[in-house]
């Protein structure tokens, strides 16, 4: 069986391995370099490069009924995510704790997120790729990708929740005998994720000075993202129909932007007001006021 590996910016190479059916190889591999397997069980190794690497591989004709690749890492890679593409195959990674470059009785089996996973980079793992039908005489062809990272990435999951609004000036004209002369609030919320922009807005509250939003958003974060901004803004949403029928945009920001601008820093917990002092922390709930005489509001929210 022939694997062709692609890899980075390496040289290239071509060496041809007969492995017993019981190890897997001792050597890295580079650029296109080709290996010869024996029928039973075929090895090979993947030494991880920082940035993207990918492997092309294929299972032909019925004898030829698994591939099983043993991962490890140039020295600087501290993380590895591989991700599997191919049709008609199933594919089991262990985590070879034994270092033996066997699957045995030892070895952790690891599980997939979907098509991928995060690996520690300083273990050493064994990925089994198989035919889903074991009768199947068909040609089945992969991809291994795996990208190296200089950091291990850890996540933790940040939730922003939208608590109250209260309205601390009248938004609407008070006109005899209607009632819906206050305020009709959403509140909404953007986050500055590693240079991606999410969003979200709570729903519409009709005619209510002072709604209970109760609105959450959740979202996961590298623990390496120092801060993360944060932007809440207030509006009533069908503003005075008598001053022209525009929103208007609630002050509830201590300083010139009627946005309340924020920051959270994750290692910890606090929570960094528009001015860039610390105006509370995690599951602290806060609330912020606007200076302004006109469209004045407060909001209350909290970051857990």
């Excluded at 986050?191 to 958003?217: Q, V």
């Amino acid at each position: 069986m022939k694997s062709q590996l692609a890899f980075g910016l390496f040289a290239l190479s071509t060496v041809s391995l007969l492995l017993s059916s019981a190890t897997a190889a001792q050597a890295g591999l580079s650029l296109n370099e080709t290996t010869d397997f024996t029928r039973q069980r075929p090895s090979q190794v993947i030494r991880t490069r920082l940035g993207s690497n990918m492997m092309n591989g294929m299972l032909k004709g019925k004898d030829d009924r698994s591939d099983w690749i043993r991962i490890g890492s140039a020295s600087q890679v501290k993380q590895i995510k591989l991700n599997l593409i191919g049709n008609g195959l199933n594919r089991s990674l262990y985590q070879d704790n034994n270092r033996n470059g066997r699957s045995d009785a030892g070895d952790k089996l690891i599980p997939f997120n979907g098509n991928e996973v995060a690996l520690d980079a300083s273990k050493q793992y064994l990925l089994a790729i198989t035919r889903s039908t074991p009768n199947s005489t068909a040609a089945r062809s992969y991809i291994v990708q795996l990208t190296g990272f200089k950091e291990t990435s850890r996540y933790e999951t940040v939730k922003v929740s939208i608590l109250r609004a209260k309205a601390l000036s009248r938004f609407d004209t008070k006109v005899p005998g209607l009632k819906s002369y206050k305020a009709d609030f959403e509140a909404f919320l953007k986050m500055d994720i590693e240079g991606s922009h999410a969003s979200d807005k709570t729903r519409l509250f009709k005619n209510n000075d002072d709604p209970r939003f109760n609105h959450t958003y959740t979202s996961r974060v590298r623990t390496t993202q120092k801060r993360i901004p944060i932007e809440l803004s207030l509006r009533d949403r069908d503003g005075d129909v008598f001053a022209g029928g525009a929103h208007d945009q609630a002050d509830i920001s201590p300083t010139r932007d009627r946005r309340l601008q924020l920051s959270y820093e994750p290692s910890t917990g606090k929570v960094f007001g528009p001015t860039g002092r610390v105006i509370g922390k995690r599951n602290q709930q806060i609330t912020v006021t606007g200076n302004s005489r006109k469209d004045n509001a407060s909001i209350t929210f909290k970051i857990h």
